[in-house]
C-alpha cells in the first residue's frame, strides 16, 4: 500500500492522512490563533475526538471553547448562534469539525463575525460576494470528521432560510478555510449507513461536476478520480468501517469532488434541497436516492461521457447502460433506498418543490435544460421509481 499521508497545496493547504489531527494546535498557531472557537454538531461534542481535539488545543496554551448548536440542515439561528459565542469568548479564529452541517455552520460563523448585514446579502448570486468585509473574517481550520460533502475545500456554506425553507448557498472566495486537518481515522466511527449516504454524497458530487457541460478539463479530470476512488473502495468503507485504507481514499475522494464542482451541479442537487429543507430529509441520502433518475433524463447529452466513464472504471459493459446498472447496483448492496416516497416525499410534495428545484443554482449546471414542468415530472420519477 501506498503512503496515504501527504501534504497537498490545492485547493488550500491541506495535510491529509492518518493521526494528522494531532497537528490542529500548531495550525491554529499558523493561522496566528490564540483562542479558537471549534463548532462542531451536538452529536460529535460529546465524543471523545472533541475532547481530545479541545485537550490538545488546550495544553499547547490555547484557549479553545465549544459551540455545537448546529443543526443537520443548519439554519440562519445556528449561525447568528455561534457569532454570539465567538463575540462572547473574544475568539479570534473557527475550527470548524464535523460533516458539511458543523463544517458550513463554522465557516459561515467566520464570514460573520465582521459582517453588519444579514447573511442573506452574500447568496452566491451575481456579485453579492463584493459586499463582505473581508478585513473582518475569522481565519478558519478545517476538521472534516465525515467523507461526502468535501465542504472543507468548499468557498460556500449551504444554509436553509426558514422564511421561505429554500437552502440557500452563502459564498465569498476566502471562505476557503486556510489549513485543512483530512485524518481519515475521524470517520472510524461513522455508521455503514451514514458511511453509504455521505459516500454517495461524494459520487454526487464527482458524477454532476463531470456530467456539467461547461468547460473545465481540470475539474473533470479531479471528477473521474474521484468516482474511480469510489467505485474501488466505497463498499469496502460501508462493509469494514474499520479499514483504513478504504477510508483515506474515500475521504480523498470527497475532497475531490467538492474540488471538481466548481465546474457546475445538476439536477441531483436540484431536487435535493428542497428536500432536505422542507422534509429535513439527508442530503446524501437524498442525492443517493435521485441519482439514477436524474442521469436517465439526462441520457441525451451523455452518451459519450458515459462511455469514457466506463471505461476508466474498466465497467464490463463501457456505455451509459453499464454506468446506470453499476449506480443502481451499488446503491442495492450498500441499503439506499430506491424512491424518494421511502425517504417521506409526496407526489403533493412534487408540485411543491418544482419550482424551488427550478430556482436551485445547481440547475444551470445540469448537461438537459429544464423547466418546472421537467421538475415535476422527475420527481415523480423519483417518487415512483420510474427510471
Known sequence: MASLRANWNYPTAVRFGPGRITELPAACKTLGMRRPLLVTDPALAKLPMIESAVAACRAAGLACEVFSDVQANPVESNVTNGVTAYKRGSHDGVIACGGGSALDTGKAVALMVGQTRPIWDFEDREDWYTRVNVAGMAPTVAVPTTSGTGSEVGRASVITDTRDHIKKIIFHPKMLPEIVIADPELTLGLPAAVTAAVGMDA????????????????????????????????????????????????????LMGATAFQKGLGAMHSLSHPCSANLNTHHGLTNAVVMPYVLSWNRPALSEKMQRLGAFLNLKQQSFTGVLDWILELR?????????????????????????????????????????????????????GRL
Open 203 to 254: 459520487l454526487s458530487h464527482n458524477l454532476e461536476a463531470y456530467c456539467s457541460p461547461s468547460y473545465h478539463p481540470l475539474a473533470e479530470g479531479i471528477a473521474l478520480e474521484g468516482m474511480r476512488l469510489i467505485h474501488d473502495w466505497l463498499p469496502t468503507a460501508v462493509k469494514d468501517g474499520s479499514d483504513i485504507e478504504a477510508r483515506s481514499h474515500m475521504m480523498a475522494a470527497s
Open 332 to 384: 442495492d448492496s450498500i441499503g439506499v433506498p430506491d424512491t424518494l416516497a421511502e425517504l417521506g416525499v409526496t407526489p403533493e410534495h412534487a408540485e411543491a418543490f418544482a419550482q424551488q428545484a427550478f430556482d436551485d443554482p445547481s440547475t444551470g449546471g445540469n448537461p438537459v435544460p429544464m423547466t418546472v414542468a421537467d421538475f415535476v415530472q422527475l420527481y415523480r420519477n423519483c417518487i415512483e
